[in-house]
């Protein structure tokens, strides 16, 4: 990669990061905390909508931001080439 | 011996056999394979190896009854959301960049990037937020024995001394890494089948996560016919801004970690500790998804089951609870009835945390070998992250003291013995804690996160996302952070200072006002400072992108000399251009 194609790959992971952390931030701190009370007004099967949230729903939303980031990148990677991965280098 | 005694021996003895086996067959050589087993771990077995460090015996046993009896539902949110989402941030913004790095431990990192004075504080930071943590572990397994079997805690304690002593001196990383996946799946399994047959018992819904909607709105009524505030209601024991502050601690304290953070070392490349991250956040998503069901199911019994009847109309599990002082009854008015009604909590009754999950196969009526495996996964749960903290201590001392401070020339082989025997030391003093805890350990372990949250969460973030972050800036927003931190806690933890504190904000919800003060000092005294070199700032740079670079490749082989990568002034602390008041404190 030459400097302006690192810079461009750095932009997009930054880009992707920052929209990732900011669903992790509503879920959690909004839909969890800050909005609990007129979410719960609604519920779906039952439950209260922000309790759910509280302890069901953003734990299943963390784990699908990771699995996106995870296939984003990977494809990230895919396109700016990178195929080689640094499995023998490690350590002193 | 009852018939639940004799099964909990049989799963003991049959876990306990191939925890040993594993660690006999993946015995290491080097100091690559005991402080992060060869670098070599599949994402997945690592993901599980992480999950099971990370969920310790309290995760096992006490968290379901967290959040449904010492929290009144909604306030136990906080550890639930808590606990994951530092995941999110650790994969996003830690675990591949740290990997890349590729040193051994976070003490490592701090100082490499740097200075030498920052490693100090790194390794102080890690090895008490490791002990705090071990003390408690050592306990559970004594506990739990005691529990089951019958046997002393001192003697169950040393018992979990002896096993974690053969596995983890023998092994290292590559032996604790493989036991703990071993150990996950006990745990997991334990813990599932659990969730599933209570579930089923009370909504015949076989999904715990789907059979806790079902299971609200009538606990919910219970509670509103007794008069407690309903279980699914917001804000009934912990304020909004409390709520926010604890929940930032836990998820920022996750992601500060040092046996956290290390894990990721043992990933194959950048993409296996992305993947590893994923992993280990699924793993314990099924854990921590179906802990609040189980409390939830267990506060329904409790209150449908106990609520208005006599002592001697109760169930048989309450007896039996009751007699090893896990359930009080206080009958306050004397009228031998359980009087729920009123006041905090469950009225005359007062209900162990642990309880929950270690009841749960009694009151479901399971047979007798499902309590065997409870005992087992619990056994598990401690015994595995009693490990992995074990590890971190070990390779603070050998690798960020020893070698990198004491002797720099030592051979392969002289730093593997220094390794094991800090090791085994420390299992020593971990066991000792264990059996003889200090009165504030409960305390200190919740208070941790937010000193991890306000040390080593801001200047790891700004280490790898900010080429210009210098070592003075690190050192002062350590210091600032910590201290910080530190003073609020102890000025307004029950035993020492017992203060009101500011705007309410509990003890341990600090960590996140201190995590912020990190932040701040960090970036203002980096502007008035010694930028790092042209070197370090190149390989921050390449840390960015996976993929072979010849600078991280001689960094990673320990090529570049400390004058190179620091500059030629070896005291880099001292500020330049800083005024009296940013002037950094002593580490």
Redesign the interface.
Known sequence: MDQRQRTAYWRRNLRLMAGLLTVWALVSYGCGILFVEPLNQLSILGVPLGFWFAQQGSIVVFVLLIAIYVWRMDKLDAEYGITEYEEEVHHS | MSSMQTWTLVFVVLTFGIYIYIAYASRVKDT?GF??A??GIPSPANGAAIAADWMSAASFISMAGI?AFSSN??G??VY??GW??G???L???LA?YLR?F???TVPDFVGDRYSETARLVAVLCAVVVSFVYVAGQMAGVGLVFQRFLNVDTTTGTIIGMVIVFFYAVLGGMKGITWTQVAQYTVLITAYLICAVAISLQLTGIPVP??G???I??ELDGLQRDLGIEAY?E??TDTS?LN??LI?GAL?FGTAGLPHVIVRFYTA?????A??S??WA??FI?LL??SA?AIGAFSKYNVINQLSGTTEAEAPAWYQSWRDVGLIEFNDANGDGVIDMAGGDGLGELVINNDIVVLATPEIAGLPAPIVGLVAAGGLAAALSTASGLLLVISSSVANDLYYKKVNPQASEARQLLVGRTAMAGAIVVAGYLGINPPGFVAQVVALAFGLAAASFFPILVLGIFWKKCTAAGAVAGMAVGLGTTLAYQLWTIDIYGNAEGFFGIQETGFGTIGMILNFIVTIVVSQFTTPPTEVMQQLV?DV?????TQL??AH???ALEEDVLHGERAAEDEPRDTGPDERPGPG
């Open positions: 690559s402080y992060i060869g670098g959040v539902g909604y136990g949110s639930l959301m994951t989402g995941y999110v941030l994969a996003l913004l591949p890349k590729g040193k051994y996560q789907i806790f909607g079902q609200l709105t699914t917001a804000f909004m709520m926010v929940t998820m194959k490349s950048v993409r296996g992305r993947y991250a994923l956040l699924f998503s921590y998804t609040p740079e960015r992108y996976p993929g072979r991280v490749a990673a082989t320990g």
